[in-house]
């Protein structure tokens, strides 16, 4: 039996379990509705509550993700919705052509045309709002709004040529079990999103492709899940490396580490860029699978110092809790970051605070680097970095889905009584004010916390273009 059915067989509230469990109810519900694995540590104090056995809660757990849609609202029946947003304007014939799978609101596309060595022809995503801010940044490519699992080759070659490269992140849901390549066909309703990834690549055979993933990827089933993964590819003809890349480690204001996983049909290993910034601060990355797995600059001496928050985001007006913004401060100068990020028709957009309750506000102006910085009683359950304050001198953290919520994560602006602005966050992720996000504010926050930075795409199509 899985989470959710022991509970409702235990008679036991979603809040209650939640607060047995430290966790909050949002991040329980994420994981009964098998949008997230679970750590092991949960599953054995799951074990412990309802007296299972751990590997069959597992399984259960393991069988619930395989059969769940993915996507925003981790949907539990299949998407039928399908579209086609046309591209708006022509490739040249002298650029390098980018399939982007899973591409959502287009931040690693985005990162590829800013080389001018690239051009999208295609993204596919399961979300008709994603799929229209993809396009509408992205005039050359068309984009289908469709299942990986379930959309035709015949579609996807009707509406784009051939590509140099294939990129794209399939989301955590795909890290349950990967069958051997052999045994994968086409339209078998059991693959999973790495499986159809792969299929794609095997099925368009291009030069390169690039696979984004969580540093969790490393680490799951004890290093298996990623060998496998591997394998898969390995099978298909490529030669495949990865490595774990920081983005603040580029020059991005935020420190979010990705594992990024490259492969090559003609044997070539891939060059990895180098570092152009530093900070001195913990890092995920560690002997993980018996592998040493290094995500610092090896003592480079021409490193700059990272990013700070506060380099980013000093130039947006103060509001309070509920307000917004339409114009840049004048009163200071701006850095060169800012600069880079700043509107070129000088409009500020998404400058706009969420509205938080009395009791979230008052937890706001007590909070502190992380929970435990909290007066004892003002918050029952959480992780330890909810609720809690951005650090101005550092790049911030992993920006989430939800950062501007502060109940599950850390996001509150270092200086003012408030979580992030959407506006804000997508300075942290490195979109300029041009970027135009489509959606609702929940969806825009959604797009935004879940892209890959362009800088990230930036720095690996710079390399790749050095090796094509
Ligand atoms: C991590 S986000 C992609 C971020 C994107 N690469 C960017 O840079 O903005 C993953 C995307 O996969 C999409 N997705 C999830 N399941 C899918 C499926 N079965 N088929 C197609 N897209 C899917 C989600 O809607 C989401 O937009």
């Known amino acids: 039996m899985d989470i959710r059915t022991l509970r409702q067989k235990h008679g036991i509230k979603l809040k209650d379990l939640a607060n047995m469990l430290e966790i909050s ?52 029946a299949k998407s039928s919705h399908q579209e086609i947003f046309y591209s708006r304007s022509a490739t040249q014939s002298s650029s ?19 080389t001018q060595g690239f051009e999208v022809v295609l993204g596919l995503d399961l979300l008709s709002d994603r799929a229209k801010t993809f396009s509408l940044n992205h005039p050359t490519a068309n984009v289908i709004v469709d299942d990986i699992r379930y959309v035709s080759y015949e579609k996807l070659t009707s509406v784009a040529d051939k590509p140099d490269v294939i990129i794209g992140g399939p989301p955590c849901q795909g890290f349950s079990s990967i069958r051997p390549f052999r045994t994968l066909t086409e339209k078998d309703s059991r693959n999973n999103l790495y499986e159809s ?3 794609v690549v095997n099925y368009y055979k291009p030069k390169w492709f690039v696979l984004e993933n969580v540093v969790g990827l490393l680490t799951h089933e004890g290093g298996k899940t990623l060998n496998a993964i591997l394998q898969l590819f390995e099978q298909t003809g490529y030669t495949v490396s990865w490595k774990i890349l920081n983005a603040a480690f580029y020059g991005l204001p935020q420190r979010r580490e990705r594992l990024i996983i490259i492969g090559n049909r003609h044997a070539k290993s891939f060059q990895w860029p180098k570092p152009t910034h530093y900070f001195n601060g913990r890092s995920m990355a560690g002997n993980i699978c018996g592998q040493k797995v290094s995500n610092l600059p090896l003592f480079g001496v021409e490193l700059q110092p990272a990013i700070t928050i506060m ?89 989430t889905v939800n950062f501007v919520h502060p109940a599950s994560n850390k996001c509150i602006h270092p200086y003012q009584d408030r979580a992030l602005t959407p506006r804000e966050g997508a300075r942290l992720q490195g979109f300029d004010d041009d970027y135009v996000f489509i959606g609702s504010r929940a969806q825009v926050v959604k797009q935004i916390g879940n892209a890959v930075p362009p800088i990230l795409g930036k720095i690996i199509a710079q390399a790749l273009l050095e090796q094509i």
């Open 25 to 76: 109810s949002h991040e329980l519900s994420k994981y009964e509705r098998g949008l997230v694995c679970p750590p092991n540590s949960l599953f054995s104090s799951l074990s412990d509550i309802f007296r299972v056995d751990v590997f069959e809660l597992r399984n259960a757990h393991e069988l619930l993700i395989q059969n769940a849609i993915p996507g925003e609202g981790y949907t539990t």
């Open 96 to 114: 390098l052509k980018v399939m982007d799978l899973f591409c959502g609101t287009g931040g690693f596309s985005y990162g590829f045309e800013q």
């Open 197 to 199: 990834y792969a299929l």
């Open 311 to 399: 380099e980013a985001i000093h130039d947006l007006p103060e509001i309070r809790s509920g307000e917004f913004a339409t114009e840049y401060r004048k009163d200071i100068e701006i850095t060169s970051y800012e600069n880079s990020m700043r509107s070129k028709k000088n409009q500020l957009t998404l400058h706009e605070a969420t509205k938080h309750s009395p009791k979230m506000l008052n937890i706001i102006r007590n909070a502190g680097h992380n929970r435990h910085a909290l007066p004892m009683g003002l918050t029952t359950s959480g992780f330890s970095s909810s609720y809690s304050r951005l650090e101005p001198d550092m790049p911030s953290v992993t920006l």
